[in-house]
């Protein structure tokens, strides 16, 4: 029973240039949750979707970041025009049914972004 | 809104010696609270959780907590560290009403087990 997949593990950017994240949740959930955790810091909530929808995106900044979870495929977290301060690490979870915290999230590995 | 402050970044022990890792939260609202896991290059896994009921929590591997009310607090524990244990250490807090989805972390404490 594979965890949740995110891909690439690391990804190098230079200043201007695009990323893009992946996330494939576990297998038979719904819900899926983008964390960012920069240097020194705990992780922060970005953005929460649901299949096609975005349910809360209230902790994405307002420029240059989007993300989606498309019918068939995986999650895509995409920043644009990416800045040195987008170097962080971003993680993705996933949980079945329910948009309460009694439903645990499991988390992704991670994947690490340098922006040189 | 809620926060979560882990003082120590760091915490060294001796292999079999007890360990603690503190955590404090704030909230003007009732909260869950979680402890994860990070093992070097894995995601988190959940240790434990508070949701209602015994303010004393068992969890994976030996690891329980105890929600302290009066102190806002949500203490980790293990009588005897192993190696393996070596990781980062995550508190975690969300409030009950909507958007309890959202977990807020703290910056983490690195357990260090040495032989």
């Known amino acids: 029973n594979a965890g949740v997949m995110q891909n690439p593990r690391h990804l190098v950017r230079r200043r201007g240039q695009e990323a893009r994240l992946r996330c494939s949740p576990m297998?038979?959930?719904?819900?899926v949750y983008w964390y960012r955790q920069l240097p020194e810091e705990g992780l922060k909530f970005m953005v929460y979707l649901q299949k096609e929808n975005i349910i809360d995106e209230s902790g994405m900044p307002k420029e240059r970041f989007s993300a989606e979870f498309p019918k068939e495929g995986p999650s895509i977290l995409r920043i644009q025009q990416v800045v040195r301060g987008d170097s962080a690490a971003y993680f993705c979870a996933s949980s079945r049914a329910s948009r309460s915290s009694t439903d645990t999230q499991y988390f992704g590995p991670g994947t690490r972004l340098t922006v040189l | 809104a809620q926060s979560v402050t882990q003082l120590d970044s760091q915490v060294p022990v001796f292999e079999e010696a007890p360990v603690e890792l503190r955590c404090n939260y704030s909230?003007?609202?009732?909260?869950?609270l979680f402890w994860y896991v990070q093992y070097p290059n894995q995601g988190l896994q959940l240790l434990l959780k508070?949701?209602?009921?015994?303010?004393l929590v068992k969890g994976i591997n030996g690891f329980e907590a105890e929600f302290n009310k009066s102190q806002t607090s949500f203490h980790l524990r293990k009588p005897s560290v192993h190696i393996s244990d070596t990781a980062e250490y995550f508190c975690a807090v969300s409030g009950l009403m909507d958007s309890s989805y959202k977990l807020i972390f703290g910056s983490g404490t690195r357990l260090l087990v040495r032989p």
């Open positions: 909230s003007s609202v009732s909260v869950y």
């Open positions: 297998k038979g959930h719904s819900h």
């Open positions: 508070y949701l209602s009921g015994s303010t």
